[in-house]
């Protein structure tokens, strides 16, 4: 299976999102610096994964 970097780095931000957004509103109030962080944890994801090259696939003949 190929995936390409866009597509790993794009499902990254959205798990980190919500993770962030689901902790950040867990006392029913979403504070300025709630929404810096969940935006930097989806900037941070997108950022990290799409460096990261995929792993080589061994070709087969």
Do not use: C, H
């Not at 597509?7 to 979403?30: H, P």
């Not at 995929?54 to 087969?60: D, F, G, K, L, M």
């Amino acid at each position: 299976m190929k995936i390409s970097s866009i597509a790993k780095s794009i499902v990254a931000g959205l798990a980190a999102g919500a993770t962030a957004a689901v902790t950040a509103v867990q006392d029913g109030n979403l504070t300025t610096g709630e929404g810096v962080t969940i935006v930097l944890a989806v900037l941070g994801a997108w950022g990290i994964t799409y460096a990261v090259p995929n792993r080589p696939t061994a070709s087969r003949q």
